[in-house]
């Protein structure tokens, strides 16, 4: 069965009970493109840092991830005969994020690999407005499951790479890869962690600059503030609880694609959900099910695979947190209702106060007379007709025929009667 679209979530939205309207809904967002500009824009700062770190080679791998989701983008929209816009920002958004979360190294034919998927997913599922599933975080799973030697191995950090070329360097596991095989925390200070000075993807290793972004598009309401908090703050309390570190806990969030992938891939307008509810939701699934996988698998980049799963999970989850709601709504209604109904109403009764009739009172309703006849309760035995056979069916139809050819009986006629008629013939003759 396929999953249904935006448009029929919101008819949903709309036919269920105590529910907001769709126009409610659209109020609170914001336009696409302009949320598409605002990552764009931050995606550059991010971006110019890395250009800065490992050289040209960096802007020549965002650049061509971009060029490759563009041109995927209009034969998409030629073979599925839809008008190409260039006001569609979200073709450089996802080019950029694919970019960033690659290694500088990475060969060129991989960056086309991962643009070229993006883009597809996202027309396959029927284009603009219409796809449930991240194309980025759909490019990197792909990748890493697929070339983990290209994408999981990163050149070590101010290192000089060749625009062209294959780079003949050793590269290097990322902190992730060896918190998963050594079993122990990276050896790094605070400011080595805030400036980024350890080796992984080009564009998630900058944690300050990624803390100063997340801060802009919250005040700038790219990114949902609910999912957000939700996210973060589950995944926190949650790798807290588990490792008992606080130094585990932060780990975490900067290693692998964690991060900047809150910020700049789980609030994508595509797949968040409409209501601030259902944004909460969605954000506490993904830190949960990235904190679940991040303790039972032992693989990295595993917050690109928590994504996707909770991206099917949104279209549900403004329906759930209205039955949520509606749920609670009725039980503390009852508590308050129902809850010391006994000794409220003896203080009452001790003050001389008449009780309010409520559901725990019995209610008399006198009986209504609608001419109903009156009910003796005596069983009345119904005589039914045989059914005729066809002996009985031949003689009733006999006995028929029998009445209708009875001889008529013949009427005696006076003698003098005879001798009129006959005078009255023979005046008739002449």
């Not at 000075?197 to 564009?203: C, D, I, L, W, Y």
């Not at 991206?311 to 009852?334: E, T």
Request: one cysteine or more.
């Amino acid at each position: 069965m396929s999953s249904p679209t935006r448009e029929e979530l919101l008819r949903k939205i709309d036919e269920a009970p105590l529910l907001m309207t769709k126009e409610a809904a659209k109020k609170k967002l914001r336009k696409p493109r302009s949320v598409y500009a605002d990552q764009i824009l931050l995606m550059l700062a991010v971006m110019v840092l890395s250009v800065y770190i490992y050289g040209p080679r960096a802007l020549a791998v965002c650049a061509f991830s971009v060029l490759c989701c563009a041109i995927t983008d209009m034969i998409g929209c030629f073979l599925s005969k839809k008008e190409y816009s260039f006001k569609d920002l979200s073709n450089v958004a996802y080019g950029m994020a694919v970019a960033l979360m690659l290694p500088a190294s990475v060969e060129y034919y991989i960056v086309m690999i991962g643009a070229v998927l993006a883009i597809t997913v996202k027309h396959v599922f029927g284009g603009k407005d219409n796809y449930i599933f991240n194309p980025a975080a759909v490019a990197i799973a792909f990748l890493i499951i697929c070339y983990p030697q290209q994408v999981l191995m990163y050149p070590a950090h101010n290192a000089e790479l060749a625009i062209f070329g294959a780079n003949e360097m050793p590269l290097l596991n990322s902190i992730e890869s060896s918190f998963i095989k050594n079993g122990a925390l990276p050896n790094l200070t605070a400011l080595d962690i805030l400036m980024g000075n350890f080796a992984g993807p080009m564009g998630t290793t900058h944690i300050l600059v990624l803390i100063v972004c997340g801060i802009c598009l919250l005040f700038r309401k790219s990114i949902s503030f609910s999912a957000t908090l939700g996210g973060v703050g589950s995944m926190a309390l949650l790798s807290f609880l588990l490792t008992g570190s606080v130094d585990a806990t932060v780990f975490r969030f900067i290693s692998g694609f964690v991060l900047f992938g809150f910020i700049f891939l789980a609030s994508d307008p595509q797949t968040l959900p409409y209501t601030g509810g259902g944004r909460l939701l969605y954000g506490i699934s993904l830190g949960v099910i990235a904190t679940i996988f991040r303790n039972s698998a032992n693989i990295e980049g595993v917050f690109v695979f928590a994504l996707l799963i909770t991206n099917v999970l949104s279209l549900y989850l403004d329906k759930l947190f209205f039955d949520i709601k509606n749920k609670l709504k009725q039980m503390f209604s009852y508590l308050k209702n129902n809850l010391g109904s006994f000794e409220r109403m003896s203080k009452d009764a001790k003050l001389g106060k008449t009780p309010a009739l409520s559901d725990t009172q019995e209610i008399i309703i006198q009986p209504v007379n609608y001419n109903m006849p009156p009910i003796d309760n005596k069983v009345t035995k119904i005589k039914r007709k045989k059914k005729l056979g066809f002996a009985e069916i031949k003689e009733s139809i006999a006995d028929l025929f029998k009445k209708n050819n009875k001889p008529v009986k013949k009427t005696e006629v006076s003698h003098g009667d005879s001798e009129t008629d006959k005078a009255e013939e023979n005046k008739t003759e002449d």
